[in-house]
């Protein structure tokens, strides 16, 4: 077997070294953007009494001990998202946060356990607006690296043009043939037997023991996500409401919510929110997210009383993550994300 020279091996770092200044060049235009727009850069505390509660997110779990010895259980953030609200709630308009997150069971070309998000939030501003800010900073990171396309393994887009604007719903139908929003009810209660029928009847494997999220999970991933960002990056738009746990729901259609994330060469880019703000809605969702991580894996995080009591005076405001890491890929054309980080993670052994 053929052993991997670690990182700091000097002829390693040479060959990494054009794409970590590149990475350094492009953060310092970002924050320069949002700066020139009058946003204010907040560093988030990463411990957190709760690391957010979607069902599929893992996080690592620690424990703080006092000076009477005395133990609190603890876990690395897996998003600044609930500190960055907290100080929505406290008056803050517009706020960026380069943020270092942590998650686990996540190791791939395009997943590293800790790696970074940008966040930024705009109070009183309707989240169309953070489909042109994606728009901006594709083109002025590109443009920072020095290049016009983005690339990931055989696949480019234009940095420079206009995103495609796509339902899902939309792209249901156009990829896979599945009238997805025929399943959802105007109370946002599904009809899993019909989305199970039609998702076979697209001839995608099905289990009779699958949620409705675990058929919509596989559609996305199987035929849709392939498919998006190709030629110009995507924005995927209006998610089904029960596929928007922390999103409001749209005042067109009560099936759907304001969420949509950004696609480029294949790649998921950014998740964005018009933000829900009803706290005992927002509760609802949440135990309803724990109930199904408990299902699937057996645990369950605690809530973030502290969040919620934030959310409830929080002002209407629309906000974004984008993976930092994965925007440097696609703009040097790295294979990897490790490539893209200074001080990658050692692996385990194999």
Known sequence: MTS??????????????????????????????????????????????????????????????????????????????????????????????????????????????????????????????????CAALLALAAETAGTDRFRFRDREADALAEPERLTVAEAFWRFSGIDLLATVAADGTTDRAAFQAAVAGAGIRTAPDDTWADLFSRVLVERIEPELGQGRATILCEYPIPEAALARPSPHDPRVAERFELYCCGVELANAFGELTDADEQRRRFMAEMDEKERIYGERYPLDEDFLAALARMPEASGIALGFDRLVMLATGARRIEEVIWTPVAEAPR
């Open 4 to 133: 991997v020279s670690p990182w700091w091996t000097p002829h390693v770092h040479a060959d990494r070294r054009p794409r970590l200044l590149a990475r350094n060049r492009i953060k310092a235009a970002l924050r320069s953007w949002f700066s020139d727009r009058g946003f204010v850069e907040v560093d988030t505390a990463a411990l957190q009494v709760s690391p957010g509660n979607e069902a599929h997110l893992s996080a690592f779990a620690t424990r703080a001990i006092g000076p009477d010895g005395r133990g609190m259980p603890l876990y690395l953030h897996t998003s600044p998202e609930f500190a960055c609200k907290k100080l929505l709630a406290a008056g803050e308009r517009r706020l960026v946060s380069f943020a270092p997150v942590y998650r686990n069971r996540e190791r791939g070309p395009l997943h590293h356990p800790e790696f970074t998000l940008l966040e930024w939030y705009r109070v009183g501003e309707p989240y169309g607006v953070l489909m042109r800010d």
